[in-house]
Every structure is written in C-alpha cells, then in structure tokens.
C-alpha cells in the first residue's frame, strides 16, 4: 500500500502533467483590496510555475511579493472521453527574469495587447498548495478531488 508521501507525490506530478497540457491560465490576486484575474502565458519549471504577462497593465506590481492563485483547466477543451479538469496553484509570487531555456519554453510572444506593443513581465509561483480536480463520464476511474498542502 502507497503511504501517504507517495500518494502527495502522485498527485503532485498530475498537477505538473494536466497544467503542462495548456497554455494559458488566469493569475487571481488583489489590488488595492479589490480582487482580480488576469490571464497569462505559463511554463513549469523546476517545480514551479513561471508566468509570462503584458507589463503594461501594471498586474505584475500586485502579483509580486503577494501570495497568489493560478488556475488552468481544459473545461471548454475536453471532450467527455477525455474528462474535464482544472489544476490551481497558491504560493508566494516573485519576479524573476527566466532563463534563456525558460524563456524558449514560452514560444513566440504575442505582437499585441488591446491594441497596444506586447512588453512581457516575468513571475514565478513557489506553490505552497496545488488543488487538482478531475471530472470524467465514468470511462476512467473516477480519482478524488485533491487539495495538497505542500
């Protein structure tokens, strides 16, 4: 029987493989006491979750040095075979500049925002706890939501 550590572990890398499927998520965190989201490019690496945003919105100055959320999923993507699933990570949020290995990982940037030259900020999630949840039609074994604290 697996103990407890591997079962986390598991989990852990299901979290890494379902977010690694996507592109895209949304960064929730507040600004002046209001919350927000915000969409974002995304890579993991080393563990943790590297965003790539427009600088020019100013969402990077919240984010940074801020406990955060980012969420992805696959909910309006995946078909009733493949179930539907949504991964989110929380931890504290820093900006960093990635590596060029990193910055290969996120592809080519878009050219604009809302009309405006793309200028791309860097942070990274050092996730303290990742919730995953999977919903299936019943053609594979249905797993039990997870919410770890790591």
Not at 140 to 146: L, S
């Amino acid at each position: 029987m697996p103990s407890e550590f591997q079962e986390d572990r598991a989990r852990e890398k299901r979290a890494v493989e379902l977010i690694d499927s996507v592109d895209h998520g949304r960064v929730a965190t507040s600004m002046r006491a209001l919350p927000f989201l915000a969409s974002a490019r995304h890579i993991v690496a080393d563990g943790r979750v590297v965003l790539r945003l427009h600088k020019g919105y100013g969402y990077h100055r919240a984010c940074a040095g801020s406990v955060v959320a980012y969420g992805a999923d696959n909910l309006n993507n995946g078909g009733p075979d493949d179930g539907h699933w949504s991964v989110q990570f929380v931890g504290t949020c820093e900006a960093v500049e990635p590596a060029p290995g990193e910055l290969d990982l996120f592809g080519p940037a878009p050219r604009f925002v809302d009309g405006e030259p793309f200028d791309p900020v860097y942070l990274r999630i050092e996730p303290q706890f990742v919730t995953v949840h999977e919903l299936t039609a019943g053609t594979r074994h249905p797993k039990r939501p997870f919410h770890h604290v790591l």
